[in-house]
């Protein structure tokens, strides 16, 4: 079964190669995306929860010196994140826009950022793990430079530059990974890795060393406060599909790394520099949150916050026991649903009206019920109310950074930085409804009468996205028994 | 059937020389004729040589083993590339020529590029300062036609005395070197020299670490090392085309197979050795910032190829510098043959862009993509290379170099490193930019590409893909 695994990230990229050399861009996208989601939701179903550990393994052995294989295979948390990945591909697929020139381009650039990020997720070799997430980066490049709006071309030198950076850091933490235990133990093999971890392979003295390069690196590319100014500006000028991907899913690819990487192997040096990532996730959630609560663009506003949201995915990180990292994981899935899904009407709301300044609109739900209904769920989605998935994840974020007390020993760094992130919440509440009642409540401008409500073709889109939402919101355990077994092998 | 390794060397001298023989009987013909036989010569040269294995020559100065033999293949492979261009760059050439007929001269440019060939093949051998000294100066005084080869063309003659002017102060330091070195040793062959200095007095060592010193001061010439790299950017641009993309991989390559033995023979002595080192690190940290850090404003590609030389010498250093490494050798090996792939494409698809459009200018390229899909996604794949995106075959050989100098601890270069890649993702896609991002300009009509050209194109474009994705691949060029 594992040739589905392997359909997963093939199959965008190939139908990427074919829509260059020449077949329909529109009809092999979607083609190619819906295989790839029928693939991730059949390894998702079929993932064995009662055995757990790696399943539907293949691999292909390149090097043998440096024990380099081509090898992919799924845990519950790779599983579920290629779920994420074909789900959104799809719905960005979807929602590409007749393109008057270079169409083919366009298309093929959607489908190799998405299949970087399915071929990152389900590598389980460290050369190919690093190789495929690079991949999207000139696609991207390319994306927001030709079809961007906006700033685009700082946009895009700007993204490029931070990640390229950030991932050259990265590259040099991994390679100092691969080097840290004796010579003959060397392997590129993230399983093996894992099981030289538990003999202590990677305690020794250097090991605090490559965590801080891997934490930076992975950071950079999940826009960790400092490093985070690239995603504003980007995610604000880049196509909506390319949003859409790369907030919801690419972003995940350096918190995916410190579960599948980071953690699992240095578990020592995770704990010693936990003081530093919760002083960066609080400026995620405070410094960015406030910063986006004075945006006056509703692009720049879900940018923002899809910034800071990421500070509750470090915290899970941080605190570093199983319920802290299982609401991490939730929130990875659930947020990447729900940003996409805010993206996508974000789009369809400056399709209509040409701008997207909160100073400009208003009363747009008169025209548009429909829209501004579904813009409500997602809404609510994002600042985590219950029924949604965000809702169950942040909570466990949260159960999980106050766990890590010492009776009687009063607060600790990590129930001061809970509570910060606590306020979070309302920071996030605060812009996103400001958001909401600027743009479909009060006064309608004359010039926005012949706005018409969203088309169908987005309705399914966003039916798509919420219904995973809710599913996982009321049903959690869908998720997170098919993640905490993974968890669970590196956590006591 | 297998030939003495030295015959391979004899083959393309005479191939050389026949062809400007040929060239003087034959007056009438398409000289264009003449880079087709250099073309299918050095392609028989190179199935012989894929065939015949490491060996043993039978003479001290000279060496047959894996290096020596990818080294030859590469100077062989190069040359074939550079042949392929000079015929599309044939054009542009005899517009700075006197014309006396219509194709005088042309025969030469393409005969010298095989005899310089011959040297490279020799210097990858060589293991003899004598022999070393020999064949270097081969490759030089050869590149110092070529390199002024349009005599009407006032910046091609510009940069044939700078080059000439510095290339024989380079050698100065060169021979300079080797007396010193043979003065403290009495030895001018690599391996006798690696037996002999533990044994030397003491008092000695310093003149030895001096000898090597200087050495290294004319190799760093050679490999656009900084800060003795302050002829590359004018030559690099005044030079015809094809010489800089000769003079880029080729000359450039060989540099690193000498620096390679030379910095390998003082390691039996850990008093000199470790110094040399220690001046290899410091060469290898000026040459990365300079190159890369110098490449951001350029706007002119010729100066910008000529920049990344100079930068890529920078990761071939690091590499240089972990010598102590098992897998030193092998990453400056892959290293320069994705460099090889990479530069040459980027440089074929420069002459035929230049070609069709008349110059030089990263605004040349403008909205290439619509002009000629094909070259642009070409460059695309050579720039992405150059940038050192993953999947291709620039990616594998920062991977080893990384690797390497992390291995052997040189945090110093690793720190520069990250932020040169950084600066390189710039400047390389600044090309990817014009190309894609940037409208068209007036001149929209499509370029046509001969049959000669796309096939090297493609089958560049797939090595580099080959390369990046089949580790393997790159890895089996070295046996170890």
């Given at each position: 079964m594992s040739f589905l695994v392997h359909l997963i990230y093939l199959s965008p990229i190939v139908a990427g190669v074919v829509i260059l050399l020449g077949l329909p861009p529109r009809r092999t996208g979607v083609i190619a995306t819906v295989i790839a989601l029928v693939s991730a939701t059949l390894v998702f179903v079929g993932y064995d929860r009662a055995i757990s550990g790696y399943q539907f393994r293949s691999f292909l052995p390149l090097v043998t010196d440096w024990d380099l294989k081509f090898s992919v295979g799924v845990d519950g948390l790779s599983a579920t994140m290629l779920l994420l990945t074909s789900i959104v591909a799809l719905a960005s697929v979807w929602l590409a826009p007749k393109v008057e020139e270079g169409e083919n381009r366009y298309y093929a650039c959607i489908l190799f950022i998405a299949a970087g990020a399915a071929g990152a997720f389900a590598s389980l070799d460290l050369f190919f793990f690093y190789a495929f997430h690079e991949l999207a980066l000139i696609p991207t490049f390319l994306m927001i430079g030709i079809w961007g709006s906006g700033n685009r071309q700082s946009a895009a030198w700007k993204i490029t530059i931070y990640l390229s950076i950030g991932s050259i850091v990265l590259l040099v933490g991994l390679i100092g990974l691969y080097l840290l235990p004796s010579p003959d133990q060397r392997t590129f093999d993230i399983v093996k890795l894992q099981e030289l971890a538990a003999t202590g392979?990677?305690?020794?003295?250097g090991s605090r060393s490559v965590y801080l390069l891997l934490l930076l690196g992975f950071g950079t590319l999940v826009s960790l406060f400092p490093f985070h100014t690239w995603a504003p500006q980007a995610y604000a000028s880049a196509p909506v599909p390319v949003t859409m991907l790369h907030?919801?899913?690419?972003?995940?690819f350096g918190l995916y790394g410190l579960l599948r990487v980071a953690l699992p192997m240095m578990p020592d040096a995770a704990r010693h520099w936990a003081w530093l990532l919760l002083i960066l996730l609080a400026g995620n959630i405070l410094y960015v949150g406030l910063a986006t609560i004075a945006q006056k663009q509703l692009d720049l506003t879900l940018a923002y916050s899809s910034v800071m949201h990421m500070g509750y995915i470090f915290l899970g990180i941080a605190s570093y026991n199983v319920i802290g990292l299982n609401g991490a994981a939730l929130l990875m899935f659930a947020h990447g649903l729900s940003i996409a899904a805010l993206f996508a009407l974000s789009g369809e709301l400056r399709k209509q009206t040409g701008t997207l300044n909160y100073l400009d609109l208003g009363g747009l739900a008169t025209n548009m019920p429909t829209l501004s209904f579904v813009f409500g769920m997602a809404t609510f989605a994002s600042i985590g109310l219950p029924g949604f998935a965000n809702f169950a994840s942040e909570l466990l974020v949260f159960f999980g950074a106050f766990k890590n007390s010492t009776p009687g020993a009063g607060f600790n760094e990590f129930q001061i930085v809970g509570t910060i992130a606590l306020w979070g919440v309302v920071i996030s509440s605060v812009y996103m409804l400001r958001a909401y009642r600027a743009i479909f409540m009060g006064e309608r401008q004359a010039r926005w009468q012949m706005v018409k409500d969203m088309p169908l073709s987005l309705g399914w889109t966003i039916i798509l996205l919420i219904a995973a939402l809710l599913i996982v919101g009321l049903v959690p355990r869908t998720v997170l028994d098919a993640v905490e077994p993974g968890i669970r092998l590196f956590v006591k | 059937m297998t030939f003495p390794p030295i015959f391979f060397e004899l083959f393309v001298l005479a191939l050389g020389i026949l062809i400007l023989l040929l060239e003087t009987f034959a007056e009438k013909q398409d000289r264009k004729i003449f880079a087709v036989i250099g073309i299918v010569g050095l392609a028989v040269v190179f199935l012989f040589l894929q065939a015949s294995g490491p060996?043993?020559?039978?003479?001290?100065?000279y060496v047959v083993d894996p290096p020596a033999i990818f080294f030859k293949k590469l100077s062989v492979l190069t040359t074939i590339v550079v042949l392929i261009m000079s015929i599309d760059y044939a054009d542009t050439i005899k517009r700075f020529l006197p014309a006396e007929?219509?194709?005088?001269g042309l025969g030469e440019f393409f005969a010298l590029p095989v005899l310089t060939c011959a040297g490279m093949m020799w210097m990858s051998s060589a293991i003899d300062f004598i022999l070393i000294f020999v064949s270097l100066e081969l490759v030089t005084i050869s590149f110092y036609v070529l390199v002024a080869y349009m005599r009407r063309n006032a910046a091609s003659l510009e940069a044939g005395v700078k080059y000439l002017i510095l290339s024989a102060l380079a050698t100065g330091f060169t021979v300079y070197g080797i007396t010193w070195i043979y003065g403290v040793t009495r030895q001018t062959n690599l391996i006798q020299i690696n037996q002999v200095l533990p044994s030397i007095p003491v008092d000695n060592q310093p003149g030895a670490l001096f000898g090597a010193l200087l050495v290294l001061i004319g190799l760093g010439f050679k490999i656009a090392a900084a800060p003795f790299q302050f002829w590359v950017p004018d030559v690099y641009q005044g030079a015809p085309t094809p010489i800089t993309a000769f003079l880029s991989v080729g000359s450039k390559s060989v540099g690193f197979i000498v620096l390679l033995r030379v910095v390998q023979a003082f390691q039996s002595l850990p008093a000199v050795g470790d110094k040399l080192i220690t001046a290899v690190i410091l060469l290898a940290a000026a040459t990365l910032l300079y190159g890369n850090l110098a490449a951001l404003p350029q706007t002119n590609f010729k100066r910008l190829l000529a920049y990344s030389s100079i930068g890529h010498a920078g990761y071939l250093l690091m590499a240089v510098a972990g010598i102590s490494a098992k897998d030193s050798g092998q990453a400056v090996v892959v290293y320069l043959a994705a460099y090889l792939l990479m530069t040459l494409l980027s440089f074929l698809v420069l002459v035929i862009v230049s070609t069709h459009g008349?110059?030089?200018?990263?605004?040349?390229?403008?909205g290439l993509s619509k002009r000629s899909p094909f070259l642009a996604f070409a460059l695309l794949v050579a720039m992405m290379s150059l940038a050192g995106v993953p999947l291709t075959a620039g990616f594998l050989g920062k991977f080893m170099v990384f690797k390497v100098a992390f291995e052997t601890q040189q945090f110093l270069l690793l720190a520069l490193g990250i932020v040169t890649v950084g600066c390189g993702f710039y400047f390389y896609l600044k090309v990817v930019r014009a190309m894609y991002w940037q409208p068209a300009a007036a001149n929209l009509a499509a370029i046509p590409v001969s049959r000669l050209s796309l096939t090297a194109i493609v089958i560049m474009v797939l090595l580099i893909f080959v390369l990046g994705i089949f580790p393997q691949v790159a890895l089996g060029l070295l046996p170890t």
């Open positions: 392979a990677f305690s020794g003295p907030a919801g899913v690419l972003k995940k | 060996g043993t020559s039978g003479m001290v100065s007929s219509p194709q005088s008349g110059g030089d200018e990263i605004a040349q390229f403008n």
